[in-house]
């Protein structure tokens, strides 16, 4: 297995309990805080927080998918398809794995925007102008997203909105793996029915799409797909 470089660990990682921690909230799980806290210290035994960040993580990738998994978020090979982690996988060590966790428990995330655009900074993304019209969604739209901007324009676009879906609605195409981790993890904030479907550029899967949403802090190899949609590159 290639490992990703760390600050990439690091990035998912932070991006991921961010999620968690926004669905805490919503849910009145407690995957965090002190009842949270008193539960692993009866039977960590000699794990660590790495340990627990990857086991919320692996319980949370059952329904969500890439918002969670290394695996898909990184393209890892070799792996079963319902494995997010692997053998090899590296984690985060401490203290680390400690501060990142004390991190995501403080963080203050009031609604869907906020966690959508902390997930969106967290994993590195500075916005950029964002080509197409998010302005006239209805239930019968059809997107093709591209573009860590866009991925969060168009999550966005969705909040608040009870008549659109979406999971159903949404494809997006990502050859990089913070796009893929943040456009997974629209779909949980959402409260979506299912993951976010996540294709490469390869796939040709948007030609059913009734919309381009797309920005230029992506690929080329993205960017062709959309082809003249593609914005010029000015910031918003």
Known sequence: MLTPPAAQIEAFYRAALAGL??????????????????????????????DRMDLVCRDAAIRWKAA??????????GLAE??????????VEEPLAAKVWQAAQALPLP?????????????????VAVT?????????????VGGLS???????????????RW???????????AERQLAGLV????????????????????????????????SEAVRAVFGKQCPSGERA
Do not use: Y
């Open 21 to 50: 921690r926004f669905m805490d909230q919503q849910s009145k799980a407690t995957r965090f805080g002190p009842a949270a806290d008193a539960r692993w210290k009866s039977f960590q035994g000699h794990l660590g927080t790495s």
């Open 68 to 77: 969670f998994s290394p695996s898909l978020v990184f393209g890892l090979r």
């Open 82 to 91: 319902d494995e997010p982690f692997g053998p090899d996988w590296p984690g």
């Open 111 to 127: 609604n869907e925007a906020a966690a959508i655009g902390e997930a969106a900074m967290l994993l590195g993304c500075k916005r």
């Open 132 to 144: 197409g019209n998010l302005a006239k969604l209805t239930a019968g739209s059809r997107l093709a």
């Open 150 to 164: 866009a991925i969060a324009a168009a999550a966005e676009a969705f909040v608040g909105r009870g008549d659109l």
């Open 167 to 177: 999971a159903e609605q949404v494809t997006v195409v990502a050859d990089a793996p």
């Open 187 to 218: 779909a949980p904030v959402l409260q979506a029915t299912g993951p976010t479907r996540v294709v490469g550029p390869e796939s040709g899967a948007i030609a059913q799409a009734t919309a381009q949403i797309v920005s230029l802090d992506t």
